[in-house]
């Protein structure tokens, strides 16, 4: 299985920072890299595909980049409503493995 | 409206079996692979599997082949992910979520259900 490794596991910031979560895959999978959020006891949601494409309806703030083993995704401006715990999957080999998630607090 | 509405919480003892179902509507059912996604209590996301309704395809992650069965009845738009013998260390909520094809990600999640295995 494709290991997915997520930096920091947490992070607590102040609204209106920028926030950088970084994800390494351990193997080389172009652009196969999704991120989810998943709010305290909510189902996970889907943000980025391909690793930089928006999903539909979701906020401009959030973006994604990389490509081959190292990814990024960042809040531009942190907002209250982003406090979640975000993960990366990857999808170019089966079984599509996660990362350990990041949990995102406000300061 | 898009969704998938998935069964109640369940409560069980080791050793008993279980199917837990997960209902789509506003979509067709038979055009989009239905995937499960385990989350262990305080833990991360673990694809299990996926199966497609329009044809039964199902594939399987090596960890759970053989721990658990994916199926689905097209006919009520609803997919199923059961147990034969229940272990404590089934407890988790199960999610399912829709896989689009030609969109490797999923993109609608049911609400989980919450199974609790326990003598």
């Known amino acids: 299985d494709i290991q997915m490794t997520q930096s920091p596991s947490s992070l607590s910031a102040s609204v209106g920072d920028r926030v950088t979560i970084t994800c390494q895959a351990s193997?080389?999978?172009?652009?196969?890299l999704n991120w989810y959020q998943q709010k305290p006891g909510k189902a996970p949601k889907l943000l980025i595909y391909d690793a930089s494409n928006l999903e539909t309806g979701v906020p401009s703030r959030f973006s994604g980049s990389g490509s081959g083993t190292d990814f990024t995704f960042t809040i531009s401006s942190l907002q209250p409503e982003d406090i979640a715990t975000y993960y990366c999957?990857?999808?170019?080999?089966?079984?599509?493995?996660f990362g350990q998630g990041t949990k995102v607090e406000i300061k | 409206e898009v969704q998938l509405v998935q069964s109640g919480a369940e409560v069980k003892k080791p050793g008993e079996s279980l199917k837990i179902s997960c209902k789509g509507s506003g979509y067709s059912f038979t055009s989009y692979w239905i995937g499960w996604v385990r989350q262990m209590p305080g833990k991360g996301l673990e694809w299990m599997g996926i199966?497609?309704?329009?044809?039964?395809?199902?594939r399987y992650s090596p960890s759970f082949q053989g721990q658990v069965t994916i199926s689905a009845d097209k006919s009520i738009s609803t997919a199923y992910l059961q147990w034969s013998s229940l272990k404590a260390s089934d407890t988790a909520m199960y999610y399912c979520a829709r896989h689009p094809i030609g969109l490797d990600a999923f993109d609608i999640w049911g609400q989980g259900t919450m199974v609790t295995v326990s003598s």
């Open positions: 193997q080389d999978i172009s652009n196969y």
């Open positions: 999957q990857q999808y170019d080999n089966l079984p599509p493995t």
């Open positions: 199966i497609y309704p329009g044809d039964s395809d199902t």
